[in-house]
C-alpha cells in the first residue's frame, strides 16, 4: 500500500474553496485514491474515489495529474459543518481490503 | 437506519476486566472490519472477516483480543485482562462484495480505568 503524505492541519473560513494536497510517489498502476471525512465522535465517510483526472460529485471534486503522484481533494464553499479530519487513502480495490489512514488532515472552518 | 450499528457505543471498564463489543453490519454486506483509532490518530485496522471466515488479523490483536462472526452477520470483539492502552474508539465497517467503499459504524468508546 502506498504511503500518503498530506497537511497535518488547515484553516478556512465559510463559503472559501479548499483544497487539500495529498503526495503519494509511490502509487502503484492499479491503486484508487480514495479520501474520507471524520466528525469527532464518528466513524470516517466515503467522499469520494478516483484513477486518474477529474472526479466531481455532489460533495467535492478530486483532481489527479497524470503521473498520479498527488492528488488534490477540493471542497466548494465551505460551511462550519465540514470542520472535520481528511483522510487520503491510496490502495487497489479499497473497498474490499483493509484501509490504512494517516493522521489525516484537520481541517478548521471559522465564520 | 440501516446504516451500521455498535454497542455499547461508550464503554469503562477497570483494567483486568473482559469486555465485548458488537457490531451489526449493513445487510447483505458479507465483508466486516474492526479498527481501533486513538486520540489524533487515524484508525488501525484490527481484523477483517468475509461472512463468517476471519481473513486477515492485525499484529496489533494481541492474543488478549478474539473476534468472530458466527454466522456471517453480527460480529463482536472481545478484550480479554483489559489494559489501560486499550483505551481508544473501537470501530466497525462494513463493504459489499466489489464495493468501492467501507461503511463505518459510530464506534465504541472504551476507556480502560
Known amino acids: 500500500l502506498a504511503k500518503t503524505t498530506q497537511p497535518i492541519s488547515m484553516d478556512s473560513y465559510e463559503g472559501q474553496e479548499v483544497n487539500i494536497t495529498c503526495s503519494h510517489n509511490?502509487?502503484?498502476?492499479?491503486?484508487?485514491i480514495t479520501w474520507y471525512q471524520q466528525f469527532p465522535s464518528q466513524g470516517p465517510r466515503f467522499i469520494i474515489q478516483?484513477?486518474?483526472t477529474k472526479v466531481t460529485n455532489e460533495v467535492a471534486s478530486l483532481f489527479i495529474p497524470a503521473d498520479r503522484k498527488s492528488s488534490t481533494l477540493s471542497l466548494p464553499r465551505v460551511s462550519l459543518s465540514d470542520t472535520a479530519v481528511y483522510y487520503c487513502?491510496?490502495?487497489?480495490?479499497?473497498?474490499?481490503?483493509?484501509?490504512?489512514f494517516g493522521t489525516g488532515t484537520r481541517l478548521l472552518v471559522s465564520p | 437506519d440501516t446504516g451500521v450499528s455498535q454497542d455499547p457505543r461508550h464503554k469503562i471498564t477497570k483494567r483486568g476486566q473482559n469486555v465485548t463489543f458488537r457490531c451489526d453490519p449493513i445487510?447483505?454486506?458479507?465483508?466486516l472490519y474492526w479498527y481501533r483509532q486513538t486520540l489524533g490518530q487515524g484508525p488501525e485496522f484490527l481484523t477483517y472477516?468475509?461472512?463468517?471466515?476471519?481473513?486477515?488479523k492485525s499484529r496489533l490483536l494481541s492474543d488478549r483480543f478474539s473476534a468472530e462472526r458466527p454466522k456471517g452477520s453480527f460480529s463482536t470483539l472481545e478484550i480479554q485482562r483489559t489494559e489501560q492502552g486499550d483505551s481508544a474508539m473501537y470501530l466497525c465497517?462494513?463493504?459489499?462484495?466489489?464495493?468501492?467503499?467501507?461503511?463505518f459504524g459510530p464506534g465504541t468508546r472504551l476507556t480502560v480505568t
Open positions: 445487510s447483505e454486506h458479507n465483508r
Open positions: 465497517a462494513s463493504s459489499p462484495q466489489g464495493g468501492r467503499e467501507q461503511y
Open positions: 478516483g484513477y486518474k
Open positions: 509511490n502509487i502503484a498502476t492499479n491503486d484508487y
Open positions: 472477516f468475509q461472512n463468517e471466515a476471519q481473513l486477515e
Open positions: 487513502l491510496v490502495g487497489e480495490n479499497t473497498g474490499f481490503q483493509k484501509l490504512v
